[in-house]
């Protein structure tokens, strides 16, 4: 268990509005990332965090912002949630020092758009 | 585009066999690999991982790397109904670039 804790679990909400998906973590990892999981697309990375404040896009970031103001919390947020944004967003830690490549993922937050 | 590519099965295997997965990358920068086994609704969790060419065994599992070839496998041996899940094949070229295969799906029939 690497203590990672996502927050809604599931939400539907309607297109246009803005969503906030937390991730929490206990255990004081550096690096922290949100992945989106489509069928048929696997897991691809949004935006990940190699520190406080520091904050880095992914291969998908666009429609999507992050923010980390504490180590244990990283904010993944959808400013005008559209419905090609519906999937399934796991948070990730890398445990160990430096990026190995070893990602230890959070239950998940189901998205419905309408 | 660099891309991590696993047929997406389903792979059907009786009870007791072996389930063989593969994988095939094109990033011939990539270092690392890792498979990861993700059960209908839960997150993906880390299973294997493999740096060099050859194969790696932990209990049931063997990973195997052939860089010549950028492919990477998964054998399950004695496979039991609980083994029934799908597999993410990923790849790592160092940074932050983990790239996921779309995963394969294993049945194995009791």
């Known amino acids: 268990d690497a203590g990672i804790t996502q927050s809604p679990r599931h939400k539907v909400t309607e297109t246009g509005t803005p969503v906030t998906l937390r991730c929490h973590q206990t255990e004081n990892h550096r690096y922290m990332y949100w992945y989106r999981q489509d069928p048929g697309h696997g897991l691809r990375l949004i935006h990940y965090s190699y520190g406080v404040k520091d904050t880095d896009k992914g291969e998908v970031s666009d429609g999507y912002s992050v923010s980390r103001s504490k180590t244990e919390d990283f904010l993944l947020t959808l400013e005008s949630a559209t419905s090609s944004q519906t999937s399934v967003y796991f948070c990730a830690i890398s445990p160990r020092q430096g990026n190995t490549g070893e990602l230890f993922f959070g239950e998940g937050s189901r998205l419905t758009v309408l | 585009q660099k891309e991590v590519e696993q047929n997406s099965g389903p792979l059907s295997v009786p009870e007791g066999a072996i389930a063989s997965l593969n994988c095939t990358y094109s990033?011939?920068?990539?270092?690392?690999f890792f498979w990861y086994r993700q059960y209908s609704g839960k997150s993906p969790e880390l299973i294997m991982f493999?740096?060099?060419?050859g194969d790696k065994e932990d209990g049931r599992f063997t990973a195997q790397l052939n860089k010549a070839s950028q492919y990477v496998s998964l054998l399950i041996r004695d496979s039991q109904p609980s083994d029934s899940a799908t597999y993410l094949c990923?790849?790592?070229?160092?940074?932050?670039?983990?790239?996921f295969g779309a995963g394969t799906r294993l049945f194995v029939k009791a």
């Open positions: 493999i740096y060099s060419n």
């Open positions: 990923a790849s790592h070229t160092g940074g932050f670039k983990t790239i």
């Open positions: 990033d011939r920068g990539s270092q690392s």
